[in-house]
């Protein structure tokens, strides 16, 4: 696959996992903006309820494959230290992604205007 993917998700830190959280920013954040090229995008907002929004762009579904497996210590960090609320992701992912992410909502391409 070479389309580009959108993964889109909310979570909350648990209880006492700010540290955590702040390990798999400090490991994940300069990996990416360092070394994955291929990581096009990775926005972190935080709500004022204190909720987080994020917004990662990669270029293809082999680029997600490759970046969890680049930051796997920081994944496990994000992975102990937040609760899910929603994940959704936009572009063509194969159902082996599917089904080792358990992927929340998938929006597949249906029309779009590209600059």
Same mark, same amino acid.
């Given at each position: ?7 889109? @998700? ?5 209880? $006492?996992?700010?540290?955590? @959280? ?12 360092? &070394?994955?090229? %291929? ?5 972190? @907002?935080? $709500? ?6 994020? !917004?990662?762009?990669? &270029? ?6 490759? !970046?969890? &497996? ?30 080792? %992410? $358990? ?13």
């Amino acid at each position: 696959m070479s389309n580009v993917i959108d993964a889109l @998700f909310s979570y909350r830190i648990k209880p $006492g996992m700010e540290n955590r @959280f702040q390990s798999y920013l400090d490991k994940v954040l300069p990996v990416t903006e360092a &070394e994955e090229p %291929y990581v096009l995008g990775y926005e972190i @907002f935080q $709500g004022d309820d204190g909720t987080y929004y994020q !917004h990662e762009r990669y &270029e293809s579904e082999d680029a997600i494959w490759k !970046h969890m &497996e680049v930051t796997a210590s920081g994944q496990e960090d994000f992975a102990a230290s937040t609760e899910m609320i929603s994940v959704s992701l936009l572009g063509e992912l194969s159902q082996r992604f599917r089904d080792t %992410y $358990g992927v929340g909502v998938l929006y597949l391409p249906f029309r779009q205007v590209v600059r």
